[in-house]
Each structure stands twice: as structure tokens, then as C-alpha cells.
């Protein structure tokens, strides 16, 4: 399994966001050496499939990042279909349940030591509390994001992803044993786009991040390189 960041640019995760593999390739060139993982998300993979993976993999260990969200069965499966193509981190959606995380888990045990990181997302960190109320939540998201990180953590996640408005919640309530990784990051001045719990890279990180998730900031940057550079020089050991 991946180690945790020991600190600076291993704890940026740039998201390659882009339907295009050539510019996916081109990103994980220029970005590889400038952070730690890089991120493989829906859009790439829906786009490109496993040879995106292969392609990114080639430059930096790669977060796979799909958010599985079905029955335990299905999970499995899917999670058993992604193995070959080892990724260092997988998502799946910790709304699916405790059976749904379990059976994941087992399924990545199949890669022995080597396995992903197996990582539970709580609340979407686009969703504000109007947005988690609309489907039926009434409690804060800082109490979904909790029950949902305790219940997913119990039945075998490795880590979870949640804003960097939860980061020190979790690590106060959890410890320091489920690796967090934290998208919603804007450096100061950036536009949140659809983010509604965010916070800076140096801001995540003092609350608990392990790492850091950062996407249009830096690939629609005119130089995506000097973007991701200038965001690790500000995170701290
Ligand atoms: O709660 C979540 C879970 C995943 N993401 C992903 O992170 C990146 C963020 O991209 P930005 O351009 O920095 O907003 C993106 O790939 C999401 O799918 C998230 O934002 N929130």
C-alpha cells in the first residue's frame, strides 16, 4: 500500500479532469515530480478506460479515483476488474453501506500487500447544507460527514475523502489511522467553481489532510507545472 506523505509536493494530488488523452498524458508529464499521486477521476476514465490508467501510471502512482456505489456483488467485481490495473488509491461511495465497504475491501485484499488504498467518500464536497438537506439529510454535513467516515472505517475502509472543512473533526473523533485525502482545495484568490466546502492547501493540511486534492487550479493554469509548484511550496511537512 502507498505510504503516507512525509510532507511538501508528495501531498499534492493534481486531478487530471479531461476527456482527452493525449492532454492527460501531457499533464501527468509535466505534473509528475511536482506531487505525489496523481488523480484518474470519471471523466478520464469514461473518456480513455484502463489505457488511461496505464498511461498516467507511467509518470506517478495513480489515485483511481470512480466513487463504486452499488450492491456489495457489483463492488466486488468492479474492484477485482481495477486490480490489474494497480492503482495506489481507489474510491467507492461510503453511502453504498457497511456490506458494500466490506465486500470492496475483501476484493482488494486479492492484491496482497500491494493492494489500493481503499478510501470511502463521505459528502461530495460540491454539496452545501441545502444540498445534503435536498436528498434527505437534515443533520450538518460536518454530522453526515462523521457518521458516514465511523460506519465506513468499521467495515474495513483504509481512509476517507471529505472537505477540508471536516479534516480536523475526523482526525479529533477517528485518530490518526484512516489516511484523509481532501478535494475542495483553492489556493487563495482561485475560483470555487462548483466547491462549496473549501479551504487553502496550507489550511488542509494544518487540519489533517494527508493529502491534498487540487484540480482546475492547476490544469487550467497557462502553466500547469508552475501551478502545482507554487501550491506544494506552501504545504508544510
Ligand atoms: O467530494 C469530492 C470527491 C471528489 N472530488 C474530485 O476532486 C476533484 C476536484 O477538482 P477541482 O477542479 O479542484 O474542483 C475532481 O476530480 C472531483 O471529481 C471532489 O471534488 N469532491
Given at each position: 500500500?502507498?505510504?503516507?506523505p512525509a510532507g511538501g509536493a508528495a501531498r499534492l ?20 515530480g511536482r506531487c505525489g ?164 492547501p496550507a489550511?488542509?493540511v494544518?487540519?489533517?489532510?494527508d493529502w491534498i ?15 502545482a509548484a507554487s501550491i506544494a511550496a506552501t504545504l508544510p511537512g
Amino acid at each position: 500500500m502507498i505510504a503516507r506523505p512525509a510532507g511538501g509536493a508528495a501531498r499534492l494530488i493534481p486531478a487530471i479532469d479531461t476527456g482527452d488523452l493525449a492532454r492527460a498524458e501531457a499533464l501527468a508529464a509535466a505534473l509528475a515530480g511536482r506531487c505525489g499521486v496523481l488523480k484518474v477521476g470519471l471523466e478520464l476514465f469514461c473518456a480513455a478506460g484502463a489505457p488511461a490508467v496505464a498511461a498516467v501510471t507511467r509518470h506517478a502512482p495513480v489515485f483511481l479515483d470512480l466513487k463504486l456505489h452499488d450492491i456489495p456483488n457489483t463492488v466486488a467485481g468492479a474492484l477485482r476488474s481495477l486490480l490489474p490495473l494497480r492503482p495506489a488509491m481507489v474510491t467507492l461511495h461510503a453511502g453504498g453501506g457497511p456490506a458494500m465497504v466490506a465486500a470492496a475491501r475483501d476484493a482488494a485484499e486479492r492484491a496482497g500487500a500491494d493492494r489500493p488504498l481503499l478510501l470511502a467518500v463521505t459528502v461530495l464536497t460540491s454539496m452545501d447544507a441545502a444540498a445534503l438537506a435536498a436528498t434527505g439529510v437534515a443533520d450538518s454535513p460536518a454530522a453526515q460527514v462523521l457518521r458516514l467516515a465511523r460506519m465506513a472505517v468499521a467495515a474495513g475502509a483504509d481512509g476517507l475523502v471529505c472537505s477540508p472543512q471536516e479534516a480536523a473533526l475526523l482526525r479529533a473523533e477517528l485518530g490518526p489511522g484512516p489516511a484523509l485525502v481532501v478535494p475542495g482545495v483553492r489556493p487563495a484568490g482561485s475560483a470555487a467553481g462548483d466547491q462549496a466546502r473549501t479551504a487553502t492547501p496550507a489550511e488542509a493540511v494544518a487540519a489533517g489532510a494527508d493529502w491534498i486534492v487540487v484540480g482546475r487550479p492547476i490544469t487550467g493554469a497557462a502553466d500547469p507545472a508552475a501551478a502545482a509548484a507554487s501550491i506544494a511550496a506552501t504545504l508544510p511537512g
